[in-house]
């Protein structure tokens, strides 16, 4: 992908959303009041109202001297994927930009931003949320350890809530780290469902319909025909990929 078309698609969502913000402050209102309202279903206020320098998916990476050296020189043999996100990196792209350009979830994201901060290959973010939202998105980090990260538990609590689940393990009654610290008092269940929500969404793949993009935007660059050629790409991909699971599947079975 050149340089013009990631400035380009990674602007599409931003077109889309330039073009809610031009609608009259009347019809804005409506649309806030049924997305708070929508919202409020499943997220506490702490994750509505959540800074925008602590959101996991705005939050734009920077490579670091061994991450531009490993993406130029390719020396560490890593994945396509990773060297992708590498290149989305140094293009300055968001989170949520890299997932659109891929396709990639954000589970899958998340998975290669905790990669490569291991690896360092970029550097350690300044907000205590991003690491921890990305960690927990991508299985590094369990409940208890995500609300100690971001300072919502401490170390004395969490080792409690860690007792107390082992007690009622060895009493037969075994119950999950999210329901005994709900029980401690530690955090609220809309804490802890607002968290599992996040997660289980993080698993979705998100493509922009191409009917809503902006005119200019399939005009000033052809990323509406772009678009359709990368979706009926991936349809069939999905497609043979579905297939060759099947064949697997039956094979094992059939072996079993």
């Not at 380009?8 to 806030?32: E, G, H, M, S």
């Not at 990476?61 to 396509?80: H, I, M, Q, Y």
Request: hydrophobic residues 40%; neutral net charge.
């Amino acid at each position: 992908m050149n340089r013009k078309r990631v400035i380009l698609t990674k602007n599409i969502l931003l077109l889309f959303l330039d073009k809610l913000l031009a609608f009259p402050l009347w019809v804005k209102q409506i649309i806030y009041l049924r997305l708070y309202e929508n919202l409020s279903l499943s997220l506490s206020e702490d994750f509505i109202h959540a800074k925008e320098e602590d959101i996991f998916h705005l939050y734009v990476p920077t490579l670091s001297f061994v991450g531009r050296t490993e993406l130029a020189e390719k020396k560490d043999g890593l994945d396509n994927n990773i060297y992708t996100f590498l290149k989305n990196i140094s293009d300055e792209l968001n989170i949520l930009e890299i997932s659109m350009n891929n396709f990639w979830t954000m589970e899958e994201v998340a998975k290669y931003y905790i990669f490569c901060l291991e690896q360092n290959y970029v550097k350690v973010p300044d907000s205590k949320y991003i690491y921890a939202m990305a960690g927990f998105m991508a299985g590094k980090l369990r409940t208890g350890e995500y609300f100690k990260r971001i300072g919502k538990i401490n170390v004395d609590q969490l080792e409690e809530t860690i007792v107390k689940q082992r007690e009622c393990a060895e009493k037969g009654t075994p119950l999950k780290m999210a329901e005994i610290m709900i029980n401690l008092g530690f955090v609220t269940e809309k804490d802890t469902s607002s968290l599992l929500t996040i997660k289980e969404e993080s698993k979705k793949r998100f493509i922009l319909d191409p009917t809503i993009i902006p005119k200019e935007a399939a005009e000033n660059s052809g990323s509406l025909k772009a678009c359709q050629d990368e979706l009926a790409k991936l349809t069939e991909q999905n497609r043979l990929l579905k297939e060759q699971l099947g064949k697997i599947l039956a094979l094992v079975k059939k072996n079993g």
